[in-house]
C-alpha cells in the first residue's frame, strides 16, 4: 500500500482566487495522477504528473488552470487557478505502486462561492 | 483505451455471492480489465486486475470471458461494507513513461442489504 497525504482536505474559496492542493507520498513513486470528481459524478482524469518535465494533460484541461508541478518522486501539487463555482468539485491525487496498482489519496473537497 | 459497459445499480443479499458484470466487447489484445471500488466519501480502492487468465486475491475473484469480451468481478460472500461504486476500466497498462493512465467510467452503484 502506499500513504499519501492531501492537504487541504477541504477548503472554500471565493469566485476568481486560486487553490493549491499538496500530495506527499511516503516513498518515491514513479507515475502520480491527478482526478477530479464533481458532485455525482465518476473521476475524471485531469493529468499525469511527470517528474521533472512538464505535466500531460486530458483533452478539456490546460496548463493555465491546472498547473501541475512534481519537483521529486514523492510530492506534487495541482493548481486550481481563477476559481469558478464550476470547479466545486474533490481533486484527487493518485500515485501507481508494484504491480499495475492506483492507490487514492482521500481528496480535497474544495466548494467554490 | 477500449470503453466498457456496467448495470448502474445491483442488490445483494448481505452474505450473498455478489456478480457484477462489465462488458468490453472493444478490448484490445494488450489491454487489461482492472476493477476498482469507492466507498462513499473516500478515494477509489484497487480490487482486482487481470489480462486474460481468470484471477482471484483475499478481496474477490475476477471471471474473463475466452474471448475476452466481457468479464464478472465476484466478492464471494458480501458483507454490508462492501456497498460502494464499482468501476470496471479496461487500459494497456500503467507503464511509466509510455503514457499508461486508468479512466473511470460510471460504474455499478452496488448495495448489499441484511
Known amino acids: 500500500s502506499a500513504v499519501i497525504s492531501q492537504k487541504p482536505s477541504r477548503d472554500i474559496c471565493q469566485r476568481g482566487t486560486s487553490l493549491t492542493i499538496q500530495c506527499q507520498v511516503d516513498s518515491q513513486v514513479t507515475m502520480m495522477f491527478w482526478y477530479r470528481q464533481q458532485p455525482g459524478q465518476s473521476l475524471t482524469l485531469i493529468a499525469t504528473a511527470n517528474q521533472g518535465s512538464e505535466a500531460t494533460y486530458e483533452s478539456g484541461f490546460v496548463i493555465d488552470k491546472f498547473p501541475i508541478s512534481r519537483p521529486n518522486l514523492t510530492f506534487s501539487t495541482l493548481t486550481v487557478s481563477n476559481m469558478s463555482p464550476e470547479d466545486s468539485s474533490i481533486y484527487l491525487c493518485s500515485v501507481l505502486r508494484s504491480n499495475e496498482k492506483l492507490f487514492f489519496g482521500s481528496g480535497t473537497q474544495l466548494s467554490v462561492l | 483505451d477500449a470503453k466498457t459497459t456496467q448495470p448502474t445499480s445491483m442488490d445483494c443479499a448481505e452474505g450473498r455471492a455478489a456478480n457484477l458484470p462489465c462488458n468490453h466487447s472493444?478490448?484490445?489484445?494488450?489491454?487489461?480489465v482492472y476493477w476498482y471500488r469507492q466507498i462513499h466519501s473516500q478515494g477509489p480502492q484497487y480490487i482486482i486486475h487481470g489480462l486474460k487468465n481468470n484471477e482471484t486475491n483475499e478481496m474477490a475473484s475476477l471471471i474473463i470471458t475466452e474471448d475476452r469480451k466481457s468479464s464478472t468481478l465476484i466478492l464471494p460472500h458480501a458483507t454490508l461494507r462492501d456497498t460502494a461504486v464499482y468501476y470496471c476500466?479496461?487500459?494497456?497498462?500503467?507503464?511509466?513513461?509510455?503514457?499508461?493512465?486508468?479512466?473511470f467510467g460510471q460504474g455499478t452503484e452496488l448495495s448489499v442489504k441484511p
Open positions: 472493444t478490448i484490445s489484445g494488450n489491454e487489461y
Open positions: 476500466i479496461v487500459s494497456r497498462g500503467l507503464i511509466y513513461n509510455q503514457g499508461g493512465k486508468l479512466i
